[in-house]
């Protein structure tokens, strides 16, 4: 009898200790899956980081040269200029011999702009105006040769405005692609690290799942998908 309790007892040991070691392991299995997560996720936004910020200067990029084909390299170079003199005139307040030279150049800046400005205005106006008399002309012109020389005059001229239009659609074109690259490669990476991980977490137990997050690129939101521990097989 007393033999037979020890055997219990040894067993209930064995078995006890058995679970525990078991237990621990198990433990440090899930430790090690969660640290992997946190790192899996550490790199997703990493990888989000560095595409919101390409994201952001090709945005930059872009309407620097919308600005350019409205307004014409000349303008935007001077209202460049415009915008570091008005910070140094701020900075200069205390400086009053300062102050004022800054603030002529600011004037002088204001009035080669106006300047520009009307030339490109005129310019347009000009081509408008030529285009209307020869539209006249070509409804009052009395034979075919006559409308066909008057037709070859309005092309060039159409064709004048409308290089402004298709360098624009041209650029916001480009624009899109390459926005379009850098949203795609974010998304496509990022995705594929989060099902990976996700299968991993799934072998040794861990129920992990996507827990999607908005994100911004640029003039873009787009759904990226960091992971989340929702539970243990």
């Not at 996507?210 to 998908?225: E, G, L, N, T």
Request: aromatic residues 8%; charged residues 45%; proline residues 0%.
């Amino acid at each position: 009898m007393k033999k037979a309790f020890m055997l219990m007892l040894m067993a209930m040991v064995y078995f006890g200790f058995g679970n525990s070691v078991m237990a621990a392991s198990n433990q440090e299995e899930y430790d090690k899956v969660l640290e992997s997560i946190e790192k899996t996720n550490q790199d997703i936004d990493e990888k989000v980081r560095k595409a919101v910020e390409e994201a952001d200067k090709l945005n930059d990029s872009f309407l620097n040269e919308v600005r350019e084909v409205e307004e014409g390299k000349e303008i935007v170079k001077l209202k460049e200029e415009r915008e570091k003199k008005l910070e140094e005139w701020k900075r200069a307040e205390h400086d009053e011999k300062k102050h004022e030279k800054l603030k002529k150049n600011l004037s002088d800046i204001e009035d080669r702009i106006a300047e520009k400005q009307a030339e490109i205005d005129n310019e347009i106006r000009l081509i408008q105006e030529e285009i209307e008399a020869l539209a006249f002309e070509k409804m009052n012109s009395g034979n075919d040769k006559e409308k066909e020389k008057v037709n070859k005059k309005l092309a060039k001229l159409e064709e004048k405005l409308s290089k402004r239009s298709d360098k624009m659609n041209g650029i916001s074109h480009k624009y899109k692609e390459d926005l379009d690259g850098i949203v795609n490669k974010v998304y496509d990476e990022t995705f594929k690290m989060s099902q990976d991980m996700i299968r991993k977490a799934a072998e040794k137990g861990v129920m992990a799942e996507c827990s999607w997050k908005y994100v911004r690129f640029a003039d873009r939101w787009v759904w990226i998908d960091p992971i989340r521990v929702v539970g243990y097989y």
